[in-house]
């Protein structure tokens, strides 16, 4: 099967090596015999809500974000198109501040979000950084995080994981993440996918959904023993020093 | 006095007390293995009184000069230092302890020093020239850098700016002009490259400053040549990069073994033979070349100091080990791992390679910027890896999604295993190549020296 990705300003947003993140996906669906084909998405290019399975943002330091907002805020419409049509998305750090409705920066700009999460940002004196642990329905997820922004989600409003060591969204809530659906974000980096093959799997499984049009496949399983190993190691780290200044 | 000055027990301690006991502490710090005692005198001194490295530095004769640079300081600083060492004794961190308290360490141990020759850490750069009132300012370059411990990379460049701006006029600044953010700052002497032979294709994949410093728009390059440094001009406004003062032309780069230029200074040229390959060596060489002509260095002196000097501690090193060789390739960002990668590449790819990942706070704790690394050039040659450091699994997964065959890793976490392994499948008359990050090099050295093949850094540092 032909599974396709949009990845949305790699040139801007790709401070946490995102494209580790793509690399997962692209050999995972190769190695169960899927092609994944990624198309980059820059400042002006047009979505077409029904040509990708697949949007992913990654993560940008303040300048480059505050580049793309702007450009991104105008996507809203296609991009919301996309996901009422079953297509699936993650957005690491800067993305998924992006993905709510918007983001107050360190030195006061408003950047817009497009509004597809229900939450919203607002940067804070001191950044979160450090070792991260969450709990989530796909299995523990494991990470690094390093953001000034605390994101607060809306009353009802689903987070991806509860914090296990860390920090999380905003220090305090004990939530990390947001989800609806198949769609993801998140401040876990990392890269996020390689030391956690079963979420990776998971949103392999939802891309290979919208494009069948059907439900998510079982995906044949795979020796995930390097993966397993560099998990322990990255969970064992926020357990010692996550979640401190 | 700062609102941090800590006054010992309320009493002023006279400098030459605090110097000896300072001393003492380096002696200590030795004799119970702690390490080089390159940094704890400095600490204890620092803590007993901040102002006393302002007064150790003030009694210099010839006054001090400082290098930062993300990539490359200790081996401008060590350049500069082969430069200028006919001319001046010289107080130089040449360990790379580079924090206040490693600059307060070197100040106490070169007594009769006439001239402080100080690389310096980037983030520590504005309260060390706070301090040390340097005649001299050389600013290499900024990279994206363990994140976690700098911030990002325009906090540093802001830092930077605020420090340069509150110098005094007669400080010389000597600042890379093909660095975007860098070349931006007020400087007298600006250095770069100048040959489009050797640049990139194309920006790398990690490119950081991409962007107009002044209005955001991507600059259009004429030539990249390490990273975002090159020849760059924003066709908005029309931010370029300023003119060279000093520059290397007709560059000649001989894979693994060294590299030779045409150094351009104000007033003559002269041909350069380094003994280090790669570009980024040649934007060592300069940066040297630009603030030793700052200090006073004649064209002859620079020309024959830079042909005289050898490889920095840990980075380039030749370390014999019966009757093979070790070479050991400091990887640290993704920047200065790129150039690595791309030299080793230059001179015939390694078919074994042992590569060491540790998540020390001088490594970085975060270890995506491993991602950011084009390490694929490696994969072609690669017969087999052998990952270590704590985060030797990472390391593992990074080359095998890069599409490096399962089989042919091999994790060991062990620096030692790792290196013993890596001996083994050394052939006889071989060489290993080693590419540790910072803590695990330093380990790698201890291990070296514990097996007697090499003095330990801190003698060697003297």
């Known amino acids: 099967m032909n599974v396709r990705v949009a990845h949305l300003y790699p040139d801007y947003l790709n401070i946490y090596a995102d494209r580790g993140n793509i690399a997962v996906l692209v050999k995972r669906a190769a190695w169960r015999g899927h092609d994944l084909e990624v198309t980059a998405i820059d400042m ?7 040509a990708y399975d697949l949007y992913y943002l990654g993560g940008g ?85 390093n953001h000034a922004g605390r994101t607060h989600l809306d009353p009802g409003a689903e987070p991806l994981g509860r914090v296990v060591s860390g920090f999380g969204n905003d220090g305090e809530s004990g939530f990390e993440g947001c989800r609806m659906g198949r769609v993801v974000g998140t401040y876990l980096h990392g890269p996020l996918l390689p030391r956690n093959p079963r979420f ?19 995906l044949a399983p795979l020796d995930d023993e390097l993966e397993s190993e560099a998990h322990a190691v990255s969970s064992a780290r926020a357990r010692t020093r996550g979640g401190t200044y | 006095m700062s609102p941090r000055t800590v006054t010992f027990a309320g009493v002023h301690v006279p400098l030459a007390f605090e110097v000896a006991a300072a001393r003492a502490v380096a002696g200590l710090s030795r004799l119970v293995g702690a390490g080089g005692g390159t940094t704890v005198p400095g600490k204890l001194l620092s803590t007993l009184d901040p102002g006393a490295v302002d007064r150790l530095a003030a009694r210099l004769p ?65 309260e060390v020239i706070r301090r040390v009132h340097p005649r001299a300012v050389c600013l290499g370059n900024l990279f994206r850098d363990q994140l976690d411990r700098y911030g990002e990379l325009e906090l540093v460049a802001e830092r930077w700016r605020a420090a340069v701006d509150a110098l005094p ?63 760059y001009r924003c066709g908005t406004c029309g931010h370029a990069r300023p003119a060279l003062d000093v520059a290397a032309r007709a560059i000649e780069l001989h894979g693994l073994e060294r590299v030779s230029f045409d150094l351009q200074l104000p007033d003559a040229t002269r041909h350069v033979e380094l003994e280090l390959p790669g570009l980024y060596n040649v ?22 100091g830079l042909a005289r000097f050898r490889a ?84 593992a997964l990074r080359f095998k999604y890069g599409g490096l065959d399962e089989e042919s890793i091999e994790v060991e976490p062990s620096l030692e295993h790792a290196l013993d392994r890596g001996l083994e499948l050394t052939p006889a008359g071989g060489e290993l190549v080693v590419l540790p990050t910072y803590t695990a090099m330093l380990a790698l050295q201890r291990i070296v020296a514990a097996r007697g093949l090499a003095p330990p850094y801190w003698e060697r540092a003297a």
Request: aromatic share 6%; net charge negative; charged share 20%.
């Open chain 1, 200 to 218: 990776a799997d998971w949103l392999l499984a939802q891309a290979l959904a919208h494009r069948t049009g059907g439900e998510p496949p079982e």
């Open chain 2, 283 to 304: 934007y060592n060489a300069i940066g040297a070349a630009a603030l030793t002509h700052a200090l006073g260095a004649s064209p002859d002196e620079i020309a024959a």
């Open chain 1, 44 to 50: 002006r290019g047009p979505i077409d809500p029904g």
């Open chain 1, 61 to 145: 330091q303040d300048r480059e974000q505050l580049l793309v907002a702007p450009d991104f805020a105008a996507k809203a419409d296609p991009l919301r198109e996309a996901v009422d049509g079953g297509a699936a998305v993650l957005a690491v750090c800067g993305g998924y501040q992006l993905l709510g409705r918007g983001y107050r920066g360190f030195h006061g700009e408003d950047m817009p979000g497009v509004g597809l999460l229900p939450l919203e940002t607002v940067a804070g004196d001191r950044r979160m950084i450090g070792d991260v642990l969450i709990d989530t329905e796909m299995g523990p997820l494991a990470g690094f995080e």
């Open chain 2, 312 to 395: 920095a501690f840990g980075r380039f090193e030749r370390i014999a080990v019966g009757d093979k060789t070790l070479l050991l390739l400091l990887i640290k960002n993704p920047a200065g791992a790129n150039e690595v990668v791309r030299t080793l590449v230059d001179g015939g790819a390694p078919h074994l390679a042992v590569v060491a990942l540790n998540d020390a706070i001088a490594d970085g704790r975060d270890v995506s910027w491993i991602w950011d690394v084009d390490f694929e050039p490696l994969l072609d040659g690669l017969d087999r890896l052998v990952a270590s450091g704590d985060r030797a699994g990472e390391l």
């Open chain 2, 169 to 231: 006029r007669e400080t010389v600044v000597v600042a890379n002009a093909d660095d975007p953010q860098v070349g931006d700052l007020p400087a007298q002497i600006h250095f770069g490259l100048d040959d489009p032979r050797v640049a990139r294709p194309a920006l790398q994949h990690a490119a950081d400053s991409k962007y107009c410093v002044r209005c955001g728009t991507p600059y259009v390059y004429s030539a990249a040549y390490v990273g975002h440094l090159g020849d």
């Open chain 2, 62 to 126: 010839a006054g001090t000069a400082t290098i930062s640079a993300t990539n490359g300081k200790t081996t401008t600083a060590a350049m500069a230092a082969e430069i200028l060492r006919p001319r001046f004794r010289l107080a130089h961190n040449r360990s790379g302890a580079n924090l206040l308290s490693g600059v307060a360490s070197t100040l106490l141990a070169a007594g009769g020093a006439e001239l402080g020759l100080l690389e310096v850490d980037e983030a520590a750069l504005p």
